[in-house]
């Protein structure tokens, strides 16, 4: 059993980061109830604002000498609950360690801690003419830290990869206190099992990165973004699969069901173009040569008027791009706008069986008598499926929910997918992970867990069932 923070507890905290780190009354600890879950929620017993390695150190040896949890936090905009202390204890944040410390120009490397915004990231690297790839669509409320935790990728993952790829060095406070340097400005590193690997997607779970350094790439001159409508949604998704035959890679392809683009619509009072069609995609090229980018151009075209595309637009400006990429970015506030009570799930399958997915959903709605509406990142696969509450009463949708969701992974899983992309497991997904997994692969986790934090006072509750 866990130990409960004391007074003598709370005298050592403030004495490790100061008085005023240390929240410990009731308004001011609302915002670190939650994260964007929807329907989750528990009230940490402190929380602590940390703002260097050190301080970290002295309090993961708090916590294990007192077996007192310890739930690392960003930028709170998770959507798996891994950063909501469900059993109770500390939540430490590092939303003070939000410094960009340097812009490696020689090396094409930047090091930040794990507090900095992802799109001030972004903003601070393109001002220098480079590109950090990896972009959540919560970009301006994530932080790096919390991107780590859980391999985030985002929309232009398709031609770029997650932050998985982008990741050479770490420091990180492992939970007996413990400061551990992996890797570093480094292309190439095989020196031994890439425990820097084992960290990120590992949900802050195993321990708190501190520091980071991450790979860059000269930013691409030119972009272009197409808007494309059909009137039926299984063209659209079998559009993605035939893209991919014809051997382009586009930077993003997302989908947005009718829907959800204008649930979008009624968020933000603007009207979307072919707001009646029955799903779009919406798909970046980019690159810094005009030839290579029109010829690209034409080839996603010709798939999308193939597959039975009503329209291709075009946005070749700045402003135009960045409105159509507005509306893409709001679609979770859009739905929790439309219908607050929702339950969002992040599978992923083969591309090529995206069609089959929609398929099999639209199948598991009318089964279960609730909405499903579907969007997402359809060039990696992965379909950010949601369940709407509309107005069944509690019990009944206390009852679809846990149905819904187990049909839904049962189809994925028959489909040679899986059962979170980006979102992770964190407090919601933990029962499902043997049936995704297996027992063979859960026992490993747990050992690895163990080997890293025996007293089990990182997070726990988080991703192992
Ligand atoms: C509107 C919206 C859009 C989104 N779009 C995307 C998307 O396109 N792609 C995507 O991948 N995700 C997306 N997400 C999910 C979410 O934003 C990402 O998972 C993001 O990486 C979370 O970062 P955060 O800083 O908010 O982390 P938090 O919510 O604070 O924490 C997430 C996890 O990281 C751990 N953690 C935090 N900091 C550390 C640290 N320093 N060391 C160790 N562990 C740590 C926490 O314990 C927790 O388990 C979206 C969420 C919302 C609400």
């Given amino acids: 059993m866990y130990k409960k923070v004391d007074a003598k507890i709370l005298a050592q905290l403030r004495a490790i980061v100061g008085a005023q780190n240390v929240i410990v009354d009731g308004e001011a600890l609302e915002p670190y109830t939650h994260d964007e879950t929807v329907g989750l929620r528990a009230d940490p017993e402190v929380v602590v604002k940390v703002e260097n390695a050190g301080q970290v150190s002295q309090i993961m040896k708090l916590a294990s000498r ?22 109770g204890g500390i939540v430490l944040s590092v939303e003070k360690m ?40 919560s970009l301006d409320s994530c932080c790096i830290g919390g991107n780590i935790a859980e391999g985030a990728g985002g929309p232009r993952a398709v031609k770029y990869g ?3 790829d982008y990741v050479c060095g770490l420091e990180a406070v492992l939970p007996n206190g413990e400061t551990i340097q992996l890797g570093g400005k480094l292309v190439k590193n095989v020196t031994g099992y890439s425990l820097l690997q084992l960290l990120i997607g590992s949900e802050g779970t195993l321990a708190v990165v501190t520091r980071v350094i991450l790979r860059l790439l000269p930013l691409p001159k030119l972009r272009v973004d197409l808007l494309v409508p059909y009137d039926d949604f299984s063209a659209a998704a079998r559009t993605v699969s035939d893209i991919i035959r014809r051997r382009v890679v586009p930077t993003a392809i997302e989908f947005m069901e009718r829907d959800i683009v204008q649930a979008c619509e009624a968020l933000t009072g603007e009207k979307a173009p072919y707001r009646q069609a029955a799903a779009q995609l919406l798909i970046t090229i980019d690159g810094n040569h005009q030839e290579q980018i029109d010829a690209d151009m034409e080839t996603v075209a010709e798939a999308c008027l193939k597959n039975g595309a009503l329209d291709v ?55 279960h008598g609730v909405r499903i509406w579907n969007f997402g990142h359809a060039g990696d696969g992965n379909v950010h499926v949601t369940i709407l509450k509309d107005d069944l009463d509690e019990g009944t949708w206390e009852r679809v929910v846990p149905a819904a969701r187990e049909a839904i ?33 859960v026992e490993m986790m747990r050992r690895i867990k163990q080997a890293f934090d025996p007293h089990n006072v990182l997070n726990p509750a988080k991703v192992l069932p």
């Fill in 162 to 164: 997650t932050t998985k």
């Fill in 66 to 87: 007192e077996l007192i949890p310890v739930v690392p936090r960003a930028g709170g905009y998770g959507l798996s609950g891994g950063a909501v202390a469900t059993c």
């Fill in 98 to 137: 939000n410094r960009i410390l340097e812009i490696d120009k020689d090396n094409l490397m930047v090091t930040v801690e794990p507090g900095v915004i992802t799109g001030d990231l972004h903003r601070a690297v393109e001002a220098e003419g480079l590109f950090y790839p990896p972009d959540p669509a």
């Fill in 409 to 441: 992974y049962g189809l994925v899983l028959s489909l040679g997918g899986q059962l979170t992309a980006e979102h992770g497991i964190g407090a919601t997904r933990r029962e499902y992970l043997t049936m995704a997994v297996g027992e063979a692969q």
């Fill in 313 to 367: 637009l075009v946005a070749r400006d700045r402003p135009t791009s960045d409105r159509l990429w507005k509306a893409r970015r709001l679609i979770i506030e859009a739905i929790n706008h439309a219908c607050p009570v929702n339950h969002m799930e992040d599978v992923v399958v083969p591309r090529s069986r995206i069609p089959a997915l929609l398929t099999g959903i639209r199948e598991i709605a009318a089964q």
